[in-house]
């Protein structure tokens, strides 16, 4: 789908941006790369079998794990720790 500079200008005004005309080109050459995707999308048959209708489906669970979780990055600017957690100050008004 072509896309005129007259329309980038026009998308840009109702964003209230401005751009010259070497960044409304360039822009329109992005929108019809955009517009072209969608128009692929457009084409592909996106239609349901009935014969999938009937399968009964099922979630998938899986298993928890504990996990321990070493970085000692993440505490480098904690200012109190005791053991693993991080202490805060009270906050009670």
């Known amino acids: 789908?072509?896309?005129?500079?007259?329309?980038?200008?026009?998308?840009?005004?109702?964003?209230?941006?401005k751009f010259s005309d070497d960044e409304a080109a360039k822009f329109a050459k992005e929108f019809e790369s955009i517009l072209d995707n969608f128009q692929y999308l457009n084409e592909l048959n996106l239609d349901i079998n009935e014969d999938n209708e009937n399968v009964e489906l099922k979630p998938v669970i899986r298993q928890d794990e504990v996990k321990s979780f070493e970085c000692n990055d993440l505490f480098r600017n904690v200012k109190d720790m005791q053991d693993t957690y991080i202490k805060v100050p009270k906050v009670i008004e």
């Open 1 to 17: 789908m072509k896309v005129s500079i007259d329309e980038v200008k026009y998308i840009a005004k109702l964003s209230k941006l």
